[in-house]
């Protein structure tokens, strides 16, 4: 299994230009999840997904679109990239079962280094 | 509302030191608590966490954390630390019975020969 993988790996922008991140999960999980990190303040959840046809906002979703193309895919657009889009991007995904999913383990990709010039 | 503070952002420590690395949380509810360890340019992989069964979950590669309600503490600890421990570790709480985390600022461990 691949588990979670996320493309590019590293990408370069210009302000302005738009690209969008692709993250797949092959655990059949129901929840995805989109995080930024930045140094000294962790990782903060930009967007999730907690099935299939649902999304949701996070803490920072300004800039940001998602789309839940099936339950194995969850795309990460920015639009009009800035650069305080600088960063790192980790997509993660969990099985999403009972409880709304609490206590479960969420499982990360190796994430996007995203330059914006 | 739920919350995460990591107490110092850097520690350092001496090979086969004990590891502790702090963890304070806020929650209005009981909460659900994870450490996640992350290497050089790689993606978060989970260390343990605790769902409210035993107060003291033993995770992998030796480390183990103790849930304190008292305290609101869930301290991430192991006895000797060995090189390969050298990593950023994060520690989370369960946003309000969601799968949803809140991630602490991270703490970084230094392994010293």
């Known amino acids: 299994n691949a588990g979670v993988t996320q493309t590019p790996k590293f990408q370069v922008l210009k302000t302005g230009q738009s690209m969008t991140l692709q993250c797949a999960q092959d655990?059949?999980?129901?929840?995805m999840y989109w995080y930024r990190q930045d140094p000294g303040m962790g990782l903060r959840l930009i967007y999730y997904?907690?099935?299939?046809?649902?999304?949701d906002k996070g803490e920072v979703p300004n800039g940001y679109n998602v789309s839940r193309l099936n339950k194995r895919e969850f795309s990460l657009r920015l639009e009009s990239a800035a650069p305080s889009q600088t960063s790192v991007y980790f997509c993660?995904?969990?099985?999403?079962?009972?409880?709304?999913?609490?206590?479960?383990?969420?499982?990360f990709g190796p994430g996007t280094r995203l330059l914006v010039l | 509302a739920q919350s995460v503070t990591q107490l110092g952002s850097h520690v350092s420590v001496s090979e086969g030191a004990l590891v502790l690395l702090r963890c304070n949380y806020s929650?209005?509810?009981?909460?659900?608590l994870f450490w996640y360890v992350q290497y050089p340019n790689q993606g978060l992989q989970l260390l343990l966490k605790?769902?409210?069964?035993?107060?003291l979950v033993k995770g992998i590669n030796g480390f183990e954390a103790e849930f304190k309600k008292s305290e609101t503490s869930f301290h991430l600890t192991k006895p000797s630390a060995h090189m390969s421990d050298a990593a950023e570790y994060f520690c989370?709480?369960?946003?309000?019975?969601?799968?949803?985390?809140?991630f602490g600022q991270g703490t970084t461990l230094q392994v010293k020969p």
């Open positions: 993660a995904s969990s099985g999403g079962g009972t409880s709304g999913g609490a206590g479960e383990t969420q499982y």
């Open positions: 655990m059949n999980h129901n929840s």
């Open positions: 997904s907690a099935s299939e046809g649902t999304t």
């Open positions: 929650s209005s509810v009981p909460p659900y």
């Open positions: 605790y769902t409210s069964a035993a107060t």
């Open positions: 989370a709480v369960s946003k309000s019975n969601t799968g949803k985390l809140i």
